[in-house]
């Protein structure tokens, strides 16, 4: 009987660790940024909510995750009058056009 008690405890905390991983916010992946050739940033399973700040203005960035993106020029992922956020989708590479500046941050899309 001990044996079966002992195998019963393991199966739940099995189930339970399975059910928190699940209900984690984060984007399973990588998010790769970049700044004249050289990495700035590598983000591995990055949360997905909320907005996110690169360390410095970027020029490339890598979406390896499972969801899209939304790239801005701003700190705060908010879109400057007459300006716009930038789509990236998953799996894809985009590079800042020159005369829209740098990335500075960037939020997941919503689903």
């Known amino acids: ?5 002992s195998l019963a405890a393991l ?8 059910a ?17 050739g050289r990495i700035v940033q590598s983000l591995t399973n990055p ?11 970027v ?4 979406n390896q995750t499972q969801s899209s993106l939304l790239l ?3 700190p705060d992922c908010s879109v400057p009058a007459g300006g716009q956020s ?4 998953i799996g894809a590479t985009d590079q800042v056009a020159r005369s829209a500046g740098q ?3 960037f939020s997941f899309a919503p689903e």
């Open 11 to 18: 199966a739940g905390i099995a189930v339970l660790g399975i």
């Open 20 to 36: 928190l991983t699940a209900c984690q916010d984060q984007s399973s992946g990588l998010i790769v940024a970049r700044r004249d």
């Open 47 to 57: 949360p997905s909510h909320g907005c996110h700040r690169f360390p410095e203005g």
């Open 86 to 89: 930038v789509f990236l989708d």
């Open 1 to 5: 009987m001990p044996s079966s008690r």
């Open 72 to 74: 801005y020029t701003t």
């Open 103 to 105: 990335w500075n941050s």
């Open 59 to 62: 020029t490339q960035v890598t």
